[in-house]
């Protein structure tokens, strides 16, 4: 599943990024890795946008960003 499935509130493990360049640096700088956890805090009307939650650190996410990333859902 796609992270851009999930709904706010949601945690998730991260299994693959479909990225490469300057994106794949970009989520690597703000800890948006392979087995990083997240948390869906929340997305805008339409789904446009997200808000995540990486290791203490709220990302916003383009819902095309959001596409290019696998997730399976975290225990608990």
């Given at each position: 599943?796609?992270?851009d499935s999930l709904n706010r509130g949601d945690r998730a493990i991260i299994k693959k990024i479909d990225a490469t360049g300057s994106l794949k640096q970009r989520l690597a700088s703000f800890g948006v890795g392979k087995g990083?956890?997240?948390t869906?805090?929340?997305y805008s009307i339409g789904r446009k946008t997200y808000e995540i939650i990486?290791?203490?650190?709220m990302i916003a996410l383009r819902d095309e960003e959001a596409k290019k990333i696998e997730v399976g859902r975290a225990d608990g």
């Open positions: 599943m796609r992270l990083a956890e997240l869906v805090e929340n990486v290791d203490g650190t």
